[in-house]
Every structure is written in C-alpha cells, then in structure tokens.
C-alpha cells in the first residue's frame, strides 16, 4: 500500500475566527505563486494566486501576503467556516518551470 | 463548465498487472500534466505535455508512461504496478507555459494496488 505519510502541521481554528497559514517558499527567483485547497479525497482547487511584482492580492474573503525578502507567503482567510477545513498548499514557479508545491498545512474549522 | 475530468475516480489494480488512467479536459488548454499524491504529502510532478512534447522528470520511474493522443484526451500507464505506486493520480491542465499559469486539477483517481 501506499507509504506511511507525513504530519501535516495543523492549524485549528473557531468558526468566524480569521486563520493566517504561512509558507515558507525555497527559490529566491520564483516569480509566480499559487494557494490551493485540498479538501479530503479531492484534487487542488484554485484559491489565489500573486505575481512577485506585487506583495499582496485580495480575493472573496481571502488575502495573500508575499513577502520576498523572506521568502515568506501567507494566506489569510476572514470570518474562517467549516467549509474552509482542508489541507492547504502553495506552490511556486520561476519563469516557465513547473510549479514547485510546499508541504502542506491542514486547516480545522470547529464550530 | 469547462472542467478537468479523471476516470475512475477508484482503481484497484492487482501487483504487477497495467493500469491505464484516463484524464480529459474540456478547456482546451495546451498543458496537461500527471501528478502523483500520497497520503499527507505535496503532489509529485510525474510528466506533462506542452502540446504534443512530452516532459518526463527525472526522478520518475521508467514504470509510469504516458500518452496523449489530442489536446483533450491524456493517458497514464503504469506497466507493472507495485505496492508503492498506491496513491492518488491527479491530472492537471494550464492554458499555457508551464509556469506563470494557474494549473487547474481534476478531481484525481485513487489506485489501489493489491
């Protein structure tokens, strides 16, 4: 069967609470960058995504921050719900490489 | 909607015995890609195609193969599989690039190798 896997780290919040997931991104050159949700037993889906040309981007209850001298991004998810539990990747890519995902952290949405 | 469509979602497969899996889009992007996902771990980049040229990763075993036979249709082959290659096949497509483009996922095909 399959390998035994990794702990995620886990990020357990209350419902209505905002939750801040952080990634720590590898390549100083990566331009481009991509959150995705995981929720269990389905593929990625599309969240936000910034270019390296701008250092945060607001979409419908969800902020990414992107901080290059630190090689740091976050996502911020407002007013969290029980349907945000999930796991959560970002993903990186420099020029026309492929997209490089980071290990993941699992959300927890408690009522 | 214009999606990312895997077939079937559940595949059991016996040690040793082909496997195909399917993946088709209906959004006519030019790049298709084949991950593989094991539990509580990051997708794995296994191969894509830009167009028709055909991108294998290094490190991706000579076990898994692929096809694409039009912009809409691509195959995963696995010749023989083993107890390690049980995980979840993801399919995923880009309009463009790779890179600088949102990848878009189908929903994956868990393969279970008895």
Known sequence: ?111 | DAMVIQNPRYQVTQFGKPVTLSCSQTLNHNVMYWYQQKSSQAPKLLFHYYDKDFNNEADTPDNFQSRRPNTSFCFLDIRSPGLGDAAMYLCATSRDGPGRETQYFGPGTRLLVL
Not at chain 1, 30 to 37: A, E, H, L, V
Not at chain 1, 82 to 91: E, I, L, M, Q, T
Not at chain 1, 103 to 108: P, R
Request: one cysteine or more.
């Open chain 1, 1 to 111: 069967g399959e390998s035994v896997g990794l702990h995620l780290p886990t990020l357990s919040v209350q419902e209505g609470d905002n939750s801040i997931i952080n990634c720590a991104y590898s390549n100083s050159a990566s331009d481009y960058f991509i959150w995705y949700k995981q929720e269990s037993g389905k593929g990625p889906q599309f969240i936000i995504d910034i270019r390296s040309n701008m250092d945060k981007r607001q979409g419908q209850r969800v902020t990414v921050l992107l901080n290059k001298t630190v090689k740091h991004l976050s996502l911020q998810i407002a007013a969290t719900q029980p349907g945000d539990s999930a796991v959560y990747f970002c993903a990186e890519n420099m020029g026309y490489s492929t997209l490089t995902f980071g290990k993941g952290t699992m959300l927890l949405v408690s009522p």
